[in-house]
């Protein structure tokens, strides 16, 4: 019950922050694509929470753990920072190209963002649900085996994946093509983590190297 309190005061505390840096920046209540994209985040998320709350409690545990301050490797931090700061980049010039009208994304690409959105937020709950050691932080634990059915067998990080279809959603779902600008640095952010990732990975978990030879693509797949 703690664990899913505290998963509560985050999902709050993580529209309220959402709802600042768009409103804030817009200057405006009246941004629907705003509203539409808060409501798509706070449906998934509090699903999600509310799974995992009562059919694994200690992966919700792990999965509240996040941001540079968790990360126990130097270049775990910066890429993490770098990610966060892009994200927070990518709402906010979104919002501010809604103040300003600097794009003019058609309805219909508005919904296909959202579309990527859902499906990014999806991939990422039912990551979770395959992998109970998947984690905010990189670590491997007492005990970890490798996960290799699912969305494991198409890609080697399909929660990055999930994150990196998400992001480039959003700044559609938001009404904006300059905040697609943002999606590059973090891209490259999740490039560096998922290179780090993999050396502690193979060193750490045994049975990785072996799960490399069978699944060739880290986040796209067919492309890398």
Known sequence: MKTGVQAFVSGIVGLAVFGAALFWPAGTFDYWQAWAFLAIFAIISAISSIYLATSNPAVLQRRLRGG????????????????????????????????FGWSHVPTWLVIVGE???????????????????????????????????????????????????????????????????????????????????????RHDLPGYDEYTEKVRSRLVPLVW
């Open 115 to 201: 579309v990527m959105v859902i499906v990014g937020l999806g991939a990422a709950t039912l990551v979770v649900a395959q992998n109970n050691y998947a984690a905010a932080s990189i670590t491997v634990e007492s005990g970890q085996t490798v996960t290799s059915t699912g969305l494991y067998g198409l890609v080697r990080h399909p929660m990055y994946t999930g994150s990196l279809m998400m992001m480039v959603g959003m700044p559609l779902a938001l009404g904006s093509y300059w905040g697609l600008l943002a999606v590059i640095p973090a891209a490259a952010s999740l490039v560096v983590r998922i290179l780090d990732e993999e050396k502690m990975l």
């Open 68 to 99: 540079p301050i968790a990360e126990t490797r130097p270049v775990q931090k910066l890429a993490v920072t770098v990610l966060l700061s892009s994200f927070l980049a990518l709402v906010v010039v979104s919002a501010f190209d809604h103040r």
